[in-house]
């Protein structure tokens, strides 16, 4: 199993920048997609962003693109994601997910498709 811890979430102001960890530990020796959710009061998880293992893929949500870039360091075990031109309607709960899989380009964005979750971080943009 692997085990995933969120940080870097905050309050900033529209049009701030943020940056979002995801740490892993456990069977990390395996390769394994990761993928970043977000969940707002009231609303379902949305899929934001994922990278493949090799980090050969990434994918994003329309929202989001152009304005955050995932990417990962294996040789620390974690992914960021960096979160520019932060606009209010990006506040949200923050997840990280990360699924087994060895395929170069294998990024899912659906959330059924991750066997592990960390608690998330929260994300507060003011206007």
């Known amino acids: 199993q692997v085990q995933l811890v969120e940080s870097g979430g905050g309050l900033v102001q529209a049009g701030g920048s943020l940056r979002l960890s995801c740490v892993a530990s456990?069977?990390?020796?395996?390769?394994?997609?990761v993928g970043w959710f977000r969940q707002a009061p009231g609303k379902e998880r949305d899929f934001v962003s994922a990278?493949?293992?090799?980090?050969?893929?990434?994918d994003y949500a329309d929202s989001v693109k152009g304005r955050f870039t995932i990417s990962r360091d294996n040789a620390k075990n974690t992914v960021y994601l960096q979160m520019n031109s932060l606009k209010p309607e990006d506040t949200a709960f923050y997840y990280c997910?990360?699924?087994?899989?060895?395929?170069?380009?294998?990024?899912?964005?659906?959330?059924?498709?991750?066997?592990?979750w960390g608690q998330g971080t929260q994300v507060t943009v003011s206007s």
């Open positions: 456990g069977r990390t020796s395996s390769s394994y997609a």
């Open positions: 997910a990360a699924r087994y899989d060895s395929r170069h380009y294998y990024a899912p964005r659906l959330s059924y498709e991750y066997s592990y």
């Open positions: 990278i493949s293992w090799s980090g050969a893929n990434t």
